[in-house]
């Protein structure tokens, strides 16, 4: 089958994974979470 089904398949999960991370970040901002910024201040 060669490297570019497994790439494809790899891509897609790791894009997936960062939409949900993503929303999980939304809602827990709409939830009144905020989290630390240790860059700021």
């Not at 570019?4 to 999960?13: N, Q």
């Not at 790791?14 to 201040?41: F, N, Q, W």
Request: proline share 10%; net charge positive.
């Amino acid at each position: 089958m060669g490297g570019k089904p497994r790439a494809a398949i790899i891509g897609a999960i790791v894009d997936h994974t960062a939409h949900h991370r993503g929303t999980l970040t939304v809602y827990s901002r709409l939830l009144g979470y905020v989290p630390p910024m240790p860059y700021m201040g």
